[in-house]
């Protein structure tokens, strides 16, 4: 188990430099500079000289890659092109929000599918069948923008029960941007909760147990839910891991100021080492929290653990 995480860790290397490499190729395909951000100071042409240079911007792209990964290696993201900031100590700061939401989100998520998912396996062909599936086919279709911008117009303008945007007001503010990333998530996971207990509901050892006289709320709970949760946890993880990685819509929209609004207001300036610094350690997380997922297969099916401690136990014997 440990020698599996640590690989899955070391698999962090190959990732942040193809995304770093990728991020800096971009960026340098791109028009203009991080210096037209400054040109409302009106720069002499000396001051854009001495801007090149403490910038890199005379050497090759492949320099100032080269450059920002050793430093990268150091712990060290650099500071932003434009207003001179740790790019790490801007990244922690936005952090926080951006997993409160979505966490919130997957909460949200997560409590509404599987209820829903398990009753439509229950009711497989009935009419709540029917609602639960295209209510999914919804979710999983419906672009997360103009959900957000729904979402708005009644909750905020129309009824005026909800802020529209921003923190101030707490809970209320996170109220919009949490539902509306966990439309998606919940649309995703109640497929998949439905689809798997369909399959466990076929399987003999329920009919064995409804035939010893196990109540059906302990066969479902139980028996056919414990069986089903590793595709259940595979989508709620997957989901999680997107909002982490993907936020950036529902944070401009609802002006939540987390790491995706940070990467947008990034881009926007042109601010090179803040994007590609906020895109690596995203994309970071993204790999920590399929790691995450897939170290709880083991916690809940002992047949995935067993595999991890045959395959270490079979090392062992050819040492």
């Given at each position: 188990m440990i020698r599996y995480i640590l690989i899955r860790f070391l698999w962090l290397i190959p990732i942040i430099i193809c995304v770093s490499l990728i991020v800096f190729s971009l960026m340098e395909l791109a028009p203009g500079n991080?210096?037209?951000?400054?040109?409302?100071?009106?720069?002499?042409?000396?001051?854009?000289?001495?801007?090149?240079?403490?910038?890199?911007?005379?050497?090759?792209?492949i320099y100032r890659y080269g450059v920002y990964m050793f430093n990268l290696v150091q712990g060290d993201l650099g500071v932003s092109d434009v207003t001179g900031l740790s790019v790490w100590r801007e990244f922690i700061v936005r952090l926080p929000n951006t997993l409160v939401l979505s966490?919130?989100?997957?909460?949200?998520?997560?409590?509404?599918?599987?209820?829903?998912g398990i009753i439509?396996?229950?009711?497989?062909?009935?009419?709540?069948?029917?609602?639960?599936?295209?209510?999914?086919?919804v979710g999983v279709s419906i672009p997360v923008f103009w959900l957000g911008l729904l979402l708005i117009l009644a909750f905020s303008l129309h009824f005026g029960w909800l802020p529209s945007g921003g923190y101030e007001h707490g809970i209320r503010s996170l109220l919009l941007p949490a539902l509306c990333?966990?439309?998606?998530l919940m649309a995703n996971a109640a497929r998949q909760t439905r689809s798997n207990m369909l399959e466990v509901f076929k399987a003999d050892y329920l009919r064995t147990a409804r035939a010893?006289?196990?109540?059906?709320?302990?066969?479902?709970?139980?028996?056919?839910?414990?069986?089903?949760?590793?595709?259940?946890?595979?989508?709620?993880?997957?989901?999680?891991?997107?909002?982490?990685?993907?936020?950036?819509?529902?944070?401009?929209?609802?002006?939540?100021?987390?790491?995706?609004?940070?990467?947008?207001?990034?881009?926007?300036?042109?601010?090179?080492?803040?994007?590609?610094?906020?895109?690596?350690?995203?994309?970071?997380?993204?790999?920590?929290?399929?790691?995450?997922?897939?170290?709880?297969?083991?916690?809940?099916?002992?047949?995935?653990?067993?595999?991890?401690?045959?395959?270490?136990?079979?090392?062992?014997?050819?040492?």
């Amino acid at each position: 188990m440990i020698r599996y995480i640590l690989i899955r860790f070391l698999w962090l290397i190959p990732i942040i430099i193809c995304v770093s490499l990728i991020v800096f190729s971009l960026m340098e395909l791109a028009p203009g500079n991080a210096i037209d951000a400054m040109l409302s100071e009106d720069l002499t042409p000396e001051a854009r000289q001495e801007l090149i240079r403490r910038f890199n911007l005379d050497r090759p792209m492949i320099y100032r890659y080269g450059v920002y990964m050793f430093n990268l290696v150091q712990g060290d993201l650099g500071v932003s092109d434009v207003t001179g900031l740790s790019v790490w100590r801007e990244f922690i700061v936005r952090l926080p929000n951006t997993l409160v939401l979505s966490f919130t989100a997957l909460i949200i998520g997560a409590a509404i599918a599987i209820p829903l998912g398990i009753i439509a396996a229950m009711k497989a062909g009935s009419l709540v069948d029917n609602a639960v599936t295209v209510v999914s086919l919804v979710g999983v279709s419906i672009p997360v923008f103009w959900l957000g911008l729904l979402l708005i117009l009644a909750f905020s303008l129309h009824f005026g029960w909800l802020p529209s945007g921003g923190y101030e007001h707490g809970i209320r503010s996170l109220l919009l941007p949490a539902l509306c990333s966990s439309f998606a998530l919940m649309a995703n996971a109640a497929r998949q909760t439905r689809s798997n207990m369909l399959e466990v509901f076929k399987a003999d050892y329920l009919r064995t147990a409804r035939a010893k006289g196990v109540p059906e709320r302990v066969v479902i709970r139980k028996h056919a839910l414990g069986n089903a949760w590793i595709p259940i946890i595979t989508a709620i993880g997957s989901s999680l891991s997107v909002q982490l990685a993907g936020s950036v819509v529902v944070e401009s929209v609802f002006a939540w100021p987390g790491i995706g609004r940070l990467a947008a207001d990034a881009v926007t300036a042109r601010d090179v080492t803040l994007t590609t610094g906020v895109v690596i350690m995203t994309s970071i997380l993204y790999v920590l929290v399929q790691l995450i997922v897939d170290v709880l297969y083991a916690f809940v099916d002992p047949r995935v653990k067993a595999q991890y401690l045959s395959a270490s136990k079979k090392r062992r014997r050819a040492a």
